[in-house]
């Protein structure tokens, strides 16, 4: 069964301020070898109070500078991760659009600007048998492609910015 004790409190200052046993008084002393709560109080707690001792005995604390030092290279990691983002956003518009540009470049080039290397390429590979026809109907559907994908990027755009740019 669990009780409580009037004296607990204390107990526990004693303990705290180091004077137990030696340095309190004779009453308390009394008190908590007659009081089964309070012995098992001042056993449980000076295990405690010894091992938080030993800890901080053992503990290696670096010094300031050190500690400032890491703070100052964490905050300079995250400032240039942060800066890095709306970088990495406009390199990744960049490549899309010069993907784009060039896609568009080669559509608009002539029909027969290609036939020599189409020549080059048949006679290297003559199982490979490709037409203009054949290149225009695998061709047909890029505009819509590019449809798609240019209305994808107007609607991902602001939320990749906002995320860019949004701090922690």
Known sequence: MTGECDREQDVLDALAAGRWRERCDDDLRAHVSSCGVCTDLSDVAAA???DRDMARSHAR?????V???RAQLHAREDAARAAGR?????????????????????RALPADYFSSSRTWICSAHPSVTATMADIGRATAAVPLVVLVLLAVWLVLAPVAIYFAAADE
């Open 67 to 69: 500690v400032w030092w």
């Open 86 to 106: 709306p970088v990495a956003f406009i390199q990744g518009v960049a490549a899309s659009v010069a993907i784009w540009v060039i896609v568009s470049l080669v």
């Open 61 to 65: 604390v670096p010094p300031a500078g």
């Open 48 to 50: 405690l109070l010894h």
